[in-house]
Protein backbone atom coordinates (compact mmCIF):
# COMPACT_ATOMS: atom_id res chain seq x y z
CA UNK A 1 0.00 0.00 0.00
CA UNK A 2 0.97 3.72 -0.82
CA UNK A 3 1.40 6.04 2.24
CA UNK A 4 -0.47 9.16 1.56
CA UNK A 5 0.36 11.18 4.74
CA UNK A 6 3.98 11.14 2.59
CA UNK A 7 4.04 15.26 1.02
CA UNK A 8 5.23 13.03 -2.18
CA UNK A 9 3.76 9.44 -2.01
CA UNK A 10 5.64 7.17 -3.28
CA UNK A 11 6.69 3.16 -3.02
CA UNK A 12 10.28 3.83 -3.30
CA UNK A 13 11.24 4.47 0.17
CA UNK A 14 11.90 8.52 -0.95
CA UNK A 15 12.28 9.40 3.00
CA UNK A 16 15.65 6.89 3.02
CA UNK A 17 17.33 9.82 0.49
CA UNK A 18 17.15 13.19 1.24
CA UNK A 19 18.73 14.75 -0.64
CA UNK A 20 16.57 13.26 -3.12
CA UNK A 21 13.38 13.65 -1.23
CA UNK A 22 14.31 17.80 -0.78
CA UNK A 23 15.12 17.92 -4.54
CA UNK A 24 11.29 16.28 -5.53
CA UNK A 25 9.75 18.78 -3.01
CA UNK A 26 11.33 21.47 -4.03
CA UNK A 27 10.01 21.08 -7.54
CA UNK A 28 6.78 19.81 -6.39
CA UNK A 29 5.59 23.11 -6.40
CA UNK A 30 6.98 24.06 -9.90
CA UNK A 31 4.88 21.59 -11.12
CA UNK A 32 1.92 23.10 -8.88
CA UNK A 33 2.33 25.90 -10.73
CA UNK A 34 2.28 24.23 -14.21
CA UNK A 35 -0.38 22.78 -13.34
CA UNK A 36 -2.35 25.95 -12.15
CA UNK A 37 -1.17 27.37 -15.44
CA UNK A 38 -1.82 24.54 -18.42
CA UNK A 39 -3.88 21.95 -16.71
CA UNK A 40 -8.02 21.84 -17.56
CA UNK A 41 -9.40 25.60 -17.68
CA UNK A 42 -11.19 26.16 -14.51
CA UNK A 43 -11.06 23.17 -13.14
CA UNK A 44 -9.53 24.53 -9.76
CA UNK A 45 -12.89 24.55 -7.73
CA UNK A 46 -14.34 21.24 -9.12
CA UNK A 47 -14.93 18.39 -7.09
CA UNK A 48 -13.71 15.43 -9.54
CA UNK A 49 -14.86 11.55 -8.99
CA UNK A 50 -11.34 10.03 -9.64
CA UNK A 51 -9.21 6.92 -9.00
CA UNK A 52 -6.09 7.44 -7.04
CA UNK A 53 -3.51 4.49 -7.30
CA UNK A 54 -3.20 2.89 -3.55
CA UNK A 55 -0.96 0.13 -4.26
CA UNK A 56 0.87 -1.22 -7.01
CA UNK A 57 -1.06 -5.10 -7.22
CA UNK A 58 -2.26 -5.75 -10.79
CA UNK A 59 -5.58 -6.38 -9.03
CA UNK A 60 -7.38 -3.17 -6.68
CA UNK A 61 -4.94 -0.42 -7.15
CA UNK A 62 -7.59 2.23 -7.60
CA UNK A 63 -9.27 4.02 -5.25
CA UNK A 64 -12.70 6.56 -6.04
CA UNK A 65 -13.44 9.53 -4.38
CA UNK A 66 -14.00 13.44 -4.77
CA UNK A 67 -10.88 15.17 -5.16
CA UNK A 68 -10.28 18.81 -6.41
CA UNK A 69 -8.02 18.44 -9.04
CA UNK A 70 -4.62 20.52 -8.04
CA UNK A 71 -5.16 18.49 -4.52
CA UNK A 72 -4.74 15.28 -6.11
CA UNK A 73 -2.46 12.80 -5.01
CA UNK A 74 0.55 12.68 -7.31
CA UNK A 75 3.00 10.19 -6.38
CA UNK A 76 5.74 7.88 -7.48
CA UNK A 77 4.80 4.33 -7.93
CA UNK A 78 7.45 1.67 -9.32
CA UNK A 79 5.73 -1.85 -9.76
CA UNK A 80 8.07 -4.19 -7.54
CA UNK A 81 11.21 -5.16 -8.33
CA UNK A 82 11.98 -8.64 -9.39
CA UNK A 83 15.87 -9.68 -7.71
CA UNK A 84 16.54 -12.08 -10.97
CA UNK A 85 15.79 -9.75 -13.24
CA UNK A 86 18.08 -9.68 -15.95
CA UNK A 87 19.27 -7.70 -19.68
CA UNK A 88 16.45 -9.55 -21.67
CA UNK A 89 17.92 -8.02 -25.20
CA UNK A 90 21.14 -6.94 -27.24
CA UNK A 91 24.76 -7.06 -26.32
CA UNK A 92 24.51 -7.67 -22.19
CA UNK A 93 21.64 -9.97 -22.92
CA UNK A 94 21.94 -12.48 -20.04
CA UNK A 95 23.59 -9.98 -16.98
CA UNK A 96 21.74 -8.62 -14.38
CA UNK A 97 19.19 -5.98 -14.90
CA UNK A 98 21.13 -2.61 -14.11
CA UNK A 99 20.23 -0.98 -10.82
CA UNK A 100 22.11 2.01 -11.60
CA UNK A 101 22.94 3.90 -15.02
CA UNK A 102 25.48 2.76 -16.99
CA UNK A 103 27.78 4.98 -16.88
CA UNK A 104 28.60 4.71 -21.19
CA UNK A 105 24.81 5.05 -21.39
CA UNK A 106 23.93 7.90 -19.08
CA UNK A 107 22.80 10.90 -22.01
CA UNK A 108 21.17 8.18 -24.49
CA UNK A 109 19.62 7.10 -21.29
CA UNK A 110 18.67 10.25 -20.34
CA UNK A 111 17.80 11.61 -23.73
CA UNK A 112 14.77 8.34 -24.01
CA UNK A 113 13.78 9.30 -20.29
CA UNK A 114 13.35 13.59 -21.14
CA UNK A 115 11.81 12.30 -24.75
CA UNK A 116 9.23 10.38 -23.25
CA UNK A 117 8.46 12.47 -20.56
CA UNK A 118 7.65 15.74 -22.28
CA UNK A 119 4.73 13.82 -23.92
CA UNK A 120 2.94 13.67 -20.31
CA UNK A 121 2.49 17.44 -19.52
CA UNK A 122 2.51 18.08 -23.56
CA UNK A 123 -0.92 16.54 -24.10
CA UNK A 124 -2.49 18.04 -20.95
CA UNK A 125 -1.82 21.30 -22.20
CA UNK A 126 -3.09 20.03 -25.84
CA UNK A 127 -6.45 19.50 -23.73
CA UNK A 128 -6.85 22.33 -21.58
CA UNK A 129 -9.52 24.19 -22.68
CA UNK A 130 -11.82 21.11 -23.41
CA UNK A 131 -13.56 21.08 -20.16
CA UNK A 132 -15.79 24.09 -21.60
CA UNK A 133 -17.13 22.17 -24.28
CA UNK A 134 -17.57 18.60 -22.50
CA UNK A 135 -20.97 16.52 -23.95
CA UNK A 136 -21.16 15.07 -20.36
CA UNK A 137 -20.18 15.30 -16.52
CA UNK A 138 -19.25 11.06 -17.48
CA UNK A 139 -16.63 12.40 -20.34
CA UNK A 140 -15.66 15.63 -18.30
CA UNK A 141 -14.90 13.41 -15.62
CA UNK A 142 -13.15 11.00 -17.85
CA UNK A 143 -10.96 14.00 -19.22
CA UNK A 144 -9.94 14.91 -16.16
CA UNK A 145 -8.65 11.68 -14.72
CA UNK A 146 -6.32 11.11 -17.93
CA UNK A 147 -4.91 14.89 -17.55
CA UNK A 148 -3.80 13.92 -13.72
CA UNK A 149 -2.63 10.63 -14.75
CA UNK A 150 -0.24 12.52 -17.64
CA UNK A 151 0.63 14.61 -14.57
CA UNK A 152 1.44 11.54 -12.64
CA UNK A 153 3.82 10.04 -15.69
CA UNK A 154 5.60 13.24 -16.18
CA UNK A 155 6.15 12.56 -12.20
CA UNK A 156 7.14 9.26 -12.78
CA UNK A 157 9.87 10.53 -15.14
CA UNK A 158 10.94 13.45 -13.33
CA UNK A 159 11.44 10.75 -10.15
CA UNK A 160 14.47 8.98 -12.75
CA UNK A 161 15.58 11.93 -13.73
CA UNK A 162 16.45 13.09 -10.18
CA UNK A 163 17.40 10.15 -8.58
CA UNK A 164 19.94 8.74 -11.25
CA UNK A 165 20.75 11.57 -13.34
CA UNK A 166 22.30 14.33 -10.68
CA UNK A 167 22.27 18.14 -11.76
CA UNK A 168 21.52 16.99 -15.62
CA UNK A 169 18.67 15.28 -14.55
CA UNK A 170 17.17 18.20 -12.31
CA UNK A 171 17.87 20.78 -14.90
CA UNK A 172 16.07 18.42 -17.93
CA UNK A 173 13.33 18.23 -14.49
CA UNK A 174 12.76 22.07 -14.97
CA UNK A 175 12.47 22.06 -18.65
CA UNK A 176 9.90 19.67 -18.80
CA UNK A 177 7.52 22.36 -17.03
CA UNK A 178 8.93 25.42 -19.54
CA UNK A 179 8.77 23.86 -23.14
CA UNK A 180 4.75 23.93 -24.01
CA UNK A 181 2.82 22.79 -26.80
CA UNK A 182 2.55 24.60 -29.86
CA UNK A 183 4.71 27.39 -29.04
CA UNK A 184 6.94 28.66 -31.71
CA UNK A 185 9.87 29.42 -29.69
CA UNK A 186 10.02 26.33 -26.65
CA UNK A 187 7.57 23.80 -28.33
CA UNK A 188 7.22 20.11 -26.63
CA UNK A 189 9.89 17.63 -28.68
CA UNK A 190 7.68 15.55 -30.84
CA UNK A 191 5.65 17.00 -33.60
CA UNK A 192 2.02 15.22 -32.59
CA UNK A 193 2.49 16.82 -29.13
CA UNK A 194 2.44 19.92 -30.98
CA UNK A 195 -0.88 19.60 -32.83
CA UNK A 196 -4.04 21.56 -31.24
CA UNK A 197 -6.79 18.93 -29.49
CA UNK A 198 -9.79 21.67 -30.39
CA UNK A 199 -12.50 19.84 -29.99
CA UNK A 200 -14.17 16.45 -28.38
CA UNK A 201 -13.63 14.20 -31.70
CA UNK A 202 -9.98 15.16 -31.98
CA UNK A 203 -9.68 14.57 -28.59
CA UNK A 204 -10.98 11.01 -29.00
CA UNK A 205 -8.78 9.87 -31.47
CA UNK A 206 -5.96 11.61 -29.90
CA UNK A 207 -6.31 9.00 -26.77
CA UNK A 208 -7.24 6.28 -29.60
CA UNK A 209 -4.60 6.78 -31.80
CA UNK A 210 -1.43 8.77 -29.62
CA UNK A 211 -2.00 7.66 -26.49
CA UNK A 212 -1.06 3.96 -28.05
CA UNK A 213 1.57 5.55 -29.00
CA UNK A 214 2.38 5.74 -25.71
CA UNK A 215 1.01 2.38 -24.55
CA UNK A 216 3.75 1.00 -27.39
CA UNK A 217 6.31 3.32 -26.32
CA UNK A 218 6.20 2.22 -22.67
CA UNK A 219 6.05 -1.42 -23.57
CA UNK A 220 9.59 -1.10 -25.17
CA UNK A 221 11.03 0.72 -22.31
CA UNK A 222 8.82 -1.84 -20.05
CA UNK A 223 11.32 -4.19 -21.23
CA UNK A 224 14.93 -1.80 -20.37
CA UNK A 225 17.80 -3.34 -19.19
CA UNK A 226 17.76 -0.22 -16.50
CA UNK A 227 15.58 -1.93 -14.14
CA UNK A 228 13.69 1.65 -12.41
CA UNK A 229 12.67 2.76 -15.75
CA UNK A 230 11.18 -1.24 -16.92
CA UNK A 231 9.47 -0.87 -13.39
CA UNK A 232 8.09 2.90 -13.48
CA UNK A 233 6.70 1.83 -17.37
CA UNK A 234 4.88 -0.83 -16.16
CA UNK A 235 3.16 0.46 -13.79
CA UNK A 236 2.22 3.13 -16.23
CA UNK A 237 0.96 1.05 -18.46
CA UNK A 238 -2.16 0.36 -16.06
CA UNK A 239 -3.39 3.98 -16.05
CA UNK A 240 -2.61 3.52 -20.06
CA UNK A 241 -5.11 1.53 -20.51
CA UNK A 242 -8.07 3.75 -19.25
CA UNK A 243 -6.95 6.41 -21.66
CA UNK A 244 -7.07 4.43 -24.94
CA UNK A 245 -10.85 3.19 -23.70
CA UNK A 246 -11.94 6.73 -23.06
CA UNK A 247 -10.73 7.55 -26.73
CA UNK A 248 -12.08 3.89 -28.24
CA UNK A 249 -15.33 3.90 -26.66
CA UNK A 250 -15.86 8.01 -27.20
CA UNK A 251 -15.38 7.57 -31.05
CA UNK A 252 -17.35 4.47 -30.66
CA UNK A 253 -20.71 6.49 -29.07
CA UNK A 254 -20.12 9.28 -31.90
CA UNK A 255 -20.63 6.65 -34.85
CA UNK A 256 -23.50 4.93 -32.58
CA UNK A 257 -25.43 8.50 -32.48
CA UNK A 258 -24.57 9.14 -36.01
CA UNK A 259 -25.79 5.78 -37.28
CA UNK A 260 -29.25 5.87 -35.06
CA UNK A 261 -29.96 9.74 -36.36
CA UNK A 262 -28.99 8.39 -40.04
CA UNK A 263 -31.39 5.53 -39.70
CA UNK A 264 -34.47 7.46 -37.95
CA UNK A 265 -34.31 10.12 -40.51
CA UNK A 266 -32.89 7.82 -44.01
CA UNK A 267 -30.38 10.16 -44.50
CA UNK A 268 -26.92 9.16 -46.27
CA UNK A 269 -25.48 12.70 -47.90
CA UNK A 270 -23.01 14.09 -45.14
CA UNK A 271 -24.88 17.80 -45.53
CA UNK A 272 -28.02 15.94 -44.40
CA UNK A 273 -26.20 14.42 -41.84
CA UNK A 274 -24.43 17.68 -40.36
CA UNK A 275 -27.89 19.02 -40.67
CA UNK A 276 -29.51 16.77 -38.32
CA UNK A 277 -26.74 17.79 -35.55
CA UNK A 278 -24.02 14.94 -35.60
CA UNK A 279 -21.06 14.27 -37.08
CA UNK A 280 -21.34 12.31 -40.73
CA UNK A 281 -19.62 9.50 -40.88
CA UNK A 282 -16.51 10.75 -44.05
CA UNK A 283 -15.52 13.80 -41.18
CA UNK A 284 -14.92 10.81 -39.08
CA UNK A 285 -12.87 9.22 -41.57
CA UNK A 286 -10.66 12.25 -42.33
CA UNK A 287 -10.19 12.82 -38.28
CA UNK A 288 -8.87 9.49 -38.28
CA UNK A 289 -6.63 9.69 -41.19
CA UNK A 290 -5.02 12.80 -39.35
CA UNK A 291 -4.48 11.34 -36.25
CA UNK A 292 -3.44 8.09 -37.52
CA UNK A 293 -0.59 9.28 -39.83
CA UNK A 294 0.40 11.97 -37.41
CA UNK A 295 1.09 9.72 -34.77
CA UNK A 296 2.78 6.69 -36.59
CA UNK A 297 5.20 9.51 -37.37
CA UNK A 298 6.01 9.27 -33.67
CA UNK A 299 7.68 6.03 -33.91
CA UNK A 300 10.47 7.47 -35.82
CA UNK A 301 12.81 6.67 -39.13
CA UNK A 302 11.98 3.32 -40.96
CA UNK A 303 15.80 3.26 -41.05
CA UNK A 304 17.63 4.04 -37.32
CA UNK A 305 20.59 3.57 -36.32
CA UNK A 306 19.56 5.15 -32.90
CA UNK A 307 17.28 2.93 -32.31
CA UNK A 308 19.27 0.52 -33.19
CA UNK A 309 21.93 1.89 -30.48
CA UNK A 310 18.96 1.35 -27.84
CA UNK A 311 18.48 -2.14 -28.81
CA UNK A 312 21.95 -3.20 -28.93
CA UNK A 313 22.58 -1.59 -25.54
CA UNK A 314 19.58 -3.24 -24.19
CA UNK A 315 18.17 0.59 -22.86
CA UNK A 316 14.61 -0.12 -25.23
CA UNK A 317 13.52 -3.16 -26.06
CA UNK A 318 10.49 -4.12 -28.79
CA UNK A 319 7.04 -4.66 -28.10
CA UNK A 320 6.47 -8.64 -25.68
CA UNK A 321 10.11 -8.70 -26.51
CA UNK A 322 10.66 -11.48 -23.56
CA UNK A 323 7.60 -13.47 -25.92
CA UNK A 324 9.56 -12.90 -29.57
CA UNK A 325 10.75 -16.29 -30.47
CA UNK A 326 14.36 -15.27 -31.51
CA UNK A 327 17.54 -14.73 -29.98
CA UNK A 328 16.90 -11.23 -28.89
CA UNK A 329 20.33 -10.22 -30.46
CA UNK A 330 19.52 -9.77 -34.37
CA UNK A 331 22.88 -9.51 -35.45
CA UNK A 332 21.73 -11.34 -38.85
CA UNK A 333 18.06 -11.04 -38.79
CA UNK A 334 16.15 -8.71 -41.03
CA UNK A 335 12.96 -6.90 -41.39
CA UNK A 336 10.69 -5.29 -44.29
CA UNK A 337 10.27 -1.89 -44.72
CA UNK A 338 8.40 -0.11 -47.64
CA UNK A 339 10.11 3.05 -49.48
CA UNK A 340 9.18 4.92 -52.75
CA UNK A 341 11.37 3.47 -55.61
CA UNK A 342 10.48 4.64 -59.42
CA UNK A 343 7.26 6.19 -58.55
CA UNK A 344 5.84 3.20 -56.49
CA UNK A 345 5.73 1.95 -53.15
CA UNK A 346 8.86 -1.22 -52.79
CA UNK A 347 9.09 -3.28 -50.01
CA UNK A 348 12.93 -4.33 -49.11
CA UNK A 349 14.83 -5.88 -46.27
CA UNK A 350 17.18 -4.79 -44.06
CA UNK A 351 18.73 -4.98 -41.35
CA UNK A 352 16.44 -6.18 -38.23
CA UNK A 353 18.57 -4.26 -36.15
CA UNK A 354 18.20 -0.85 -37.85
CA UNK A 355 14.11 -1.67 -38.32
CA UNK A 356 13.46 -1.39 -34.93
CA UNK A 357 11.24 1.45 -35.48
CA UNK A 358 9.35 0.15 -38.22
CA UNK A 359 8.45 -3.04 -36.29
CA UNK A 360 7.05 -1.51 -33.36
CA UNK A 361 4.96 0.97 -36.00
CA UNK A 362 3.78 -2.25 -37.19
CA UNK A 363 2.95 -3.70 -34.28
CA UNK A 364 0.99 -0.59 -33.00
CA UNK A 365 -0.56 -0.47 -36.72
CA UNK A 366 -1.83 -3.93 -35.98
CA UNK A 367 -3.77 -3.47 -32.72
CA UNK A 368 -4.92 0.18 -34.24
CA UNK A 369 -6.68 -2.26 -36.67
CA UNK A 370 -8.45 -4.08 -34.76
CA UNK A 371 -9.71 -1.20 -32.96
CA UNK A 372 -11.36 -0.05 -36.39
CA UNK A 373 -12.55 -3.73 -36.92
CA UNK A 374 -14.26 -3.32 -33.90
CA UNK A 375 -15.88 0.74 -34.79
CA UNK A 376 -16.99 -0.93 -38.25
CA UNK A 377 -18.59 -3.75 -36.33
CA UNK A 378 -21.31 -0.71 -35.11
CA UNK A 379 -21.76 0.92 -38.35
CA UNK A 380 -22.71 -2.61 -39.42
CA UNK A 381 -24.89 -3.54 -36.65
CA UNK A 382 -26.31 -0.21 -37.42
CA UNK A 383 -27.33 -1.63 -41.71
CA UNK A 384 -25.48 1.55 -43.05
CA UNK A 385 -22.87 0.74 -46.18
CA UNK A 386 -20.10 2.76 -44.81
CA UNK A 387 -16.46 1.70 -43.55
CA UNK A 388 -13.29 3.17 -41.69
CA UNK A 389 -10.49 2.08 -43.24
CA UNK A 390 -6.92 2.84 -42.11
CA UNK A 391 -4.69 5.07 -44.45
CA UNK A 392 -1.87 3.64 -46.24
CA UNK A 393 1.35 3.81 -43.42
CA UNK A 394 2.99 6.32 -46.54
CA UNK A 395 -0.21 9.05 -46.46
CA UNK A 396 0.58 12.29 -44.83
CA UNK A 397 3.89 11.19 -43.67
CA UNK A 398 6.45 13.64 -42.14
CA UNK A 399 9.27 11.24 -40.77
CA UNK A 400 10.71 8.76 -42.55
CA UNK A 401 10.87 7.29 -46.24
CA UNK A 402 7.75 8.25 -47.03
CA UNK A 403 8.52 12.45 -46.05
CA UNK A 404 8.20 14.11 -48.78
CA UNK A 405 6.31 11.60 -50.59
CA UNK A 406 2.83 12.04 -51.77
CA UNK A 407 1.23 9.16 -51.22
CA UNK A 408 -2.77 8.38 -51.60
CA UNK A 409 -4.81 6.93 -48.21
CA UNK A 410 -4.99 4.03 -50.90
CA UNK A 411 -0.81 3.66 -51.40
CA UNK A 412 -0.43 5.08 -54.84
CA UNK A 413 1.83 7.24 -55.66
CA UNK A 414 1.08 10.61 -56.61
CA UNK A 415 2.49 13.97 -57.66
CA UNK A 416 2.26 17.29 -55.51
CA UNK A 417 -0.23 19.00 -57.29
CA UNK A 418 -2.89 15.87 -57.40
CA UNK A 419 -2.13 14.95 -53.45
CA UNK A 420 -2.71 18.75 -52.81
CA UNK A 421 -5.88 18.81 -54.98
CA UNK A 422 -7.51 16.21 -52.86
CA UNK A 423 -6.35 16.82 -49.61
CA UNK A 424 -9.61 18.13 -48.12
CA UNK A 425 -11.34 14.82 -49.06
CA UNK A 426 -8.82 12.97 -46.95
CA UNK A 427 -8.12 15.54 -44.03
CA UNK A 428 -9.98 17.52 -41.81
CA UNK A 429 -10.74 20.80 -43.69
CA UNK A 430 -11.28 24.25 -41.87
CA UNK A 431 -14.73 23.85 -42.74
CA UNK A 432 -15.13 20.61 -41.08
CA UNK A 433 -12.73 21.79 -38.02
CA UNK A 434 -15.72 24.55 -37.85
CA UNK A 435 -18.56 22.62 -38.35
CA UNK A 436 -17.67 19.95 -35.86
CA UNK A 437 -16.61 23.30 -33.56
CA UNK A 438 -20.02 24.72 -33.86
CA UNK A 439 -21.95 20.97 -32.60
CA UNK A 440 -19.58 21.71 -29.29
CA UNK A 441 -19.88 25.55 -29.15
CA UNK A 442 -21.32 24.71 -24.89
CA UNK A 443 -20.79 22.22 -22.14
CA UNK A 444 -23.61 19.84 -20.95
CA UNK A 445 -23.15 19.48 -17.24
CA UNK A 446 -27.09 17.95 -16.40
CA UNK A 447 -26.02 14.59 -14.44
CA UNK A 448 -27.34 11.95 -16.33
CA UNK A 449 -27.51 14.27 -19.81
CA UNK A 450 -25.19 13.76 -23.58
CA UNK A 451 -25.44 16.29 -26.10
CA UNK A 452 -27.11 15.22 -29.05
CA UNK A 453 -23.48 14.04 -31.20
CA UNK A 454 -22.86 11.28 -29.35
CA UNK A 455 -24.70 8.20 -27.53
CA UNK A 456 -24.24 7.66 -23.65
CA UNK A 457 -22.07 4.88 -22.95
CA UNK A 458 -22.90 1.93 -21.52
CA UNK A 459 -22.25 1.49 -18.30
CA UNK A 460 -21.18 4.56 -15.55
CA UNK A 461 -17.63 4.49 -13.82
CA UNK A 462 -16.49 2.35 -10.98
CA UNK A 463 -20.50 1.10 -11.58
CA UNK A 464 -22.31 4.27 -11.12
CA UNK A 465 -25.45 4.92 -12.51
CA UNK A 466 -24.83 7.30 -15.76
CA UNK A 467 -26.72 10.02 -13.93
CA UNK A 468 -24.04 9.94 -11.16
CA UNK A 469 -22.62 13.47 -10.03
CA UNK A 470 -19.10 12.92 -11.50
CA UNK A 471 -18.00 16.05 -11.63
CA UNK A 472 -19.53 18.87 -8.93
CA UNK A 473 -19.64 22.47 -9.63
CA UNK A 474 -20.37 23.71 -6.24
FE1 LIG B 1 1.06 9.09 -20.22
FE1 LIG C 1 -2.05 8.46 -21.65
Known amino acids: MIDYTEKIPNNVDLGRDRVLQRALEHWQPAYLDWWYDMGPDESKELEVYLRTAISVEPDGWAQFGYVKMPEYRWGIFLQPRDQNRQVNFGIHKGTPAWQEVPGEYRSTLRRVIVTQGDTEPASVEQQRLLGGSCPSLYDLRNIFQVNVEEGRHLWAMVYLLHRYFGRDGREEAESLLERRSGDADNPRILGAFNEPTPDWLAFYMFTFFTDRDGKFQLCALAESGFDPLARTCR ?119 TAINERLRDDYIHEIQAGVTRWNGIIEKNGIPFRLTLPHKGFHRAIGNFAGQHISPEGDVLSEESWNNRRDKWLPSAADHAFVESLMSGRVIEPGKFANWIAPPIRGINQQPLNFEYVRFN
Open 235 to 353: FMLTEEAHHMFVGETGVARILQRTCEVMNEHKVEDPSDVRALGVIDLQTIQRYLNFHFSVTIDLFGSDASSNAATYFTTGLKGRYEETTIDDDHVLKDAEYPVSEVSGGKIVTRNIPAL
